[in-house]
């Protein structure tokens, strides 16, 4: 039988997309954050990120973030040929600061988030997001 | 190889059993002090297994990161060692790999529903409000559980009388019929980690969670469905359905029951060993992880801060038994124990022999036929090739013509030992599946390598939360090198077409003939009748030592 190469990626037990190594978070990835915190130190505390560990479906994985207090979060997909994903800002009346959203990776990779907490300090979480087909579960 | 000449003269009947019975009582196997105020009885991973088999456990399961030399890491003697267990025992045969072939002649088969349901009738005269709970991996696996869509193990596993259940390969039946299933289950069917795919809700057709109020405790029990399963099996078979381990909302659970009054916390888990290890250490105030998915079996429960891991074996081989004493919402003590079902020294529970009988006899003629012999033992369990994955491989290479043959590394399938027949349940037993289609293609050597780094990673990364569970996937007709120490992409070297003993070439085209391909339409014969086909021209089955594969760093 014939396979494209989108079904060859995809045999079970023995697939995989093609990327092999995580992506580093780039230069332009560093200049984002910077631009965001005006190069302010990062908590580890005060933003959490929910994210799979590995993505059933690498063009739509869920997330979330959460940071209470926070007046804005900037999600980035390290590893993405367009790193922003999205920045989300709270307004003072805002009920919680948190959002969810699903994004699209393009291989395994880091996705950062970035809090700008109520006194003015900045938290950053990350978690790397494995994209693959594979495994054959036991 | 002398053993099975001496099987071939001596047969399999009362020979084995009276061997059985001379070591070992029912009532020695059955023994327990029954201890506190909770009994929980776990069986896990039976994968349609109903009748009685020989299963050999793995020689090589190489743990990483952490869990580099820690259970179930370690195999074979080191494992005899670690856990007291004398050369030649019943416990050596049972539980650990060596000197199969001949322990399997003295010892006898293995497992069987109706020895089980024996065991778990005994269990409840003792403690009559004990917890029956079931992992997953029950309704696949099998001749007659795919031509009855699981309906032998819903009928039969419904006579034991479980409390609740947790999933994994069922969900290869297809979402419609596990739905159909479910909707009429006499017991919970549970999953905290089974989401909405569209909303990324919880399921409603698997609640997260059980109460049951036994011996004047109040018990919750939450589930915790494999998290892998749209990566690991076709996601367009339950395309409505999202997974993960999602430990913080398993946290929000174990807070929520606490707070409802839960007294004990049991989680029943088809994580895997490593990634419930994981769990417990992220994840506080559950009592009990019951674990499946790995196969695992220990004689001992593994403990991560205040939380007993117990490992319960597969296809029916065993049966754990674990007493809790639960005083004011504490766990103050526990006492366990793994039952090996040695099926020639329990009596099978007549009501339920007769359950399974009424299961397999419209196919009982299919399921007999013999189709060859086997002059080795065929098993599976193991990180890399068994002797079954090498003839489903060569099977695949000479029936298909390929270059490279790719079998999944799944860890169920019973053993057979030399001298055997190999009936055409045995083949359904190693292959059945929804998704079996042989399919032949072409793959460059560049992305073999990608295939192989790929699902390495999926056993060797050293953080257990990015493991699938199963084995490496098995390669017929090539060679490789393996360091399981280095990170995705550099574990993989010296990859060799063995029919020439040349370099794989990354920039060639090479036939590959595989099976259970996670993509939609594949197409090819089914892998049954592939290695059915094989088998019969061979007549008798020798598989040699396979030394393809090197592994380093273990």
Redesign the interface.
Known sequence: MEFTRRETLALGGAAALTFLLPFRANAAVEDLVNEFTGGADLADAGVELTAPEIAENGNTVPIEVSAPGASAIMVLAAGNPTPPVATFNFGPLAASQAASTRIRLAGTQDVIAIAKLADGSFARSAKTVKVTIGGCGG | MAASALVGASGFGNWSRLAAQQALTQDQLLQFDTFGNVSLIHVT?IHAQLKPIYFREPSVNIGVGDNRGAVPHVTGADFRKLYGIDDGSPSHYALSSGDFSSLAQAYGRVGGLDRVATVVNAIRADRPDALLLDGG?TWHGSYTCYHTEGQDMVNAMNGLKPDAMTF??EFTLGSDRVAEIVEGLPFAALGQNIFD?EW?EPAELFPPYQFFERGGVKIAVIGQA??????????WMFPEY????RD?NMQAMVDEVRAQGAECVVCLSHN?FDVDKKMASVVTGIDVILSG???DALPEPVLVGETIIVASGSNGKFVSRVDLDIQNGRMMGFRHKLIPIFSDVITPDAEMTALIDEQRAPFKADLEEVIGQTESLLYRRGNFNGSWDDLICDALLSEREADIA???????GPSLIPGQDITREDIWNVTSMT?GEA?????TGE?LK??L???A???FNP?P??Q????M?RVGGLGYRIDVTK???ERISEMTLLRNGEAIDPSKNYVVA?W????E????PQIWDVVEAHIKKLGTVTVNDNNSVTVVGA
């Open positions: 991973d991996d994994h390969w795919a990324d494999f998290p892998y399963m749209p990566i690991a099996n076709p996601r999202s997974f993960g381990i913080e895997g998915h790995t196969h790719l079998s999944p590394g799944v860890r169920w998704y399919y032949r293609t072409e793959m992305f990608v295939v780094e790929d699902v990673d999926n056993i953080d939360y990015y699938q569970g199963g084995d996937v990170p995705q992409g595989g259970a391909s996670v993509n339409g594949t197409e090819g």
